[in-house]
């Protein structure tokens, strides 16, 4: 999404899209498919659930502070960051 020069809300809000409607179309598989597993970990559910909330709410604070040019260069590096780590995870 970096090719399509988004300005940082917008980038950041359509992640936010996305990741919802990817959950949104699985988590009804995982009710349907193991309720008892999402019963059993419902209270672990509900605590990711407030810290994605918090989370969202501050990371709008520090995203207001944050330079376009710098918040660009950042997701680069956390993007590079996070593909080093999963190429040698695969090469264990």
């Known amino acids: 999404m970096l090719g399509f020069n988004l300005e940082a809300k917008t980038f950041v809000a359509t992640a936010t899209a996305i990741a919802l409607i990817v ?5 009804p598989i995982y009710f349907f498919t193991s309720p008892e597993t999402v019963h059993r970990l419902g209270a672990w559910i509900a605590i990711m659930v407030a810290g994605v909330t918090i989370g969202t709410l501050a990371g709008g604070r520090v995203l207001a502070r944050i330079p376009e040019s710098y918040f660009r260069r950042l997701v680069s590096l956390l993007i590079f960051a996070l593909g080093i780590v999963m190429l040698s995870s ?3």
């Open 23 to 27: 959950d949104g179309a699985r988590m």
């Open 90 to 92: 695969v090469a264990k």
